[in-house]
């Protein structure tokens, strides 16, 4: 059984920080891309980044300079620390993860995600 399992997310004052993590199981993770997206009150799902299978790194603008996202192949563990925490960035964050989107292609092919996990929700207050 495949399973994404977000954690990390909760409350925090515009300029702190927040580390996520998603924990992986029942697919070969070292083959996947992986990332999140996140989604606000009335938005659209949108990328937020992703890592792919060797290693590179992609960021939606907003968040350049700010988010930085890492995997642990060992662990099946992706992680994204997010620093200068802004109240634009509440949102539920979701992990996820697919085979063939190795590229900036992954963060507009929110309903091409081979896996999804649940989301965990990040509250930014001003």
Do not use: H
Request: charged share 20%; proline share 2%; aromatic share 12%.
């Amino acid at each position: 059984e495949v399973q994404l399992q977000a954690s990390g997310g909760g409350l925090v004052q515009a300029g702190g920080s927040l580390r996520l993590s998603c924990s992986a199981s029942g697919f070969t993770f070292a083959d996947y891309a992986i990332g999140w997206f996140r989604q606000a009150p009335g938005k659209e799902r949108e990328g937020v980044s992703c890592i792919i299978n060797d290693g590179r790194t992609y960021y939606v603008d907003s968040v350049k300079g700010r988010f930085t996202i890492s995997r642990d192949n060992a662990k099946n563990t992706v992680y994204l620390q997010m620093n200068s925490l802004k109240p634009e960035d509440t949102a539920v964050y979701f992990c996820a993860a697919d085979r063939w989107a190795q590229g900036r292609s992954w963060l507009r092919n929110v309903y091409g995600m081979d896996y999804w996990g649940k989301g965990t929700q990040v509250t930014v207050s001003s």
